[in-house]
């Protein structure tokens, strides 16, 4: 919704209908994605350049595990050329590890190691239901 001078530019009644096409977009998506977690063999990715906490990994692992059967992949940087390339399971989630993240202005500029980490995720086992 647009506003300038802190005055919005549209009436109250076209603000309603942009909220409610957009809200219909949301719950949709919110619905997709809820159902995406019931599938054992998806992976939700999560991963930001400052690393995620195991604490956040562990919450939003808990989250989805409310919803289904669906996995949490943490992606991590790492110095440790043992870990790059690599997924290890971690206690509700599993935690794959590259050498670098690309900024966030240059996304195009990813590691090659992401093809190995999500091959590694995805030829893990299914988890037993």
Known sequence: ???QDRLWCDSEEQRWKIYKSEKEKIDYLVEK???RLSD???FCVYKCNENVQHEVAEELAQAIAQHGPARLLVVRHTED???I?????ESSYLAGYLDHFAPYGH???FSPVWNAVLS???ALPLPIA
Do not use: T
């Open 1 to 3: 919704m647009l506003s």
């Open 33 to 35: 994605f809820l159902q």
């Open 40 to 42: 054992p063999s998806v």
């Open 81 to 83: 050329p043992n870990l």
């Open 85 to 89: 390339g690599h997924v290890r399971p």
């Open 107 to 109: 996304s195009d500029q």
């Open 120 to 122: 590694e995720a995805l």
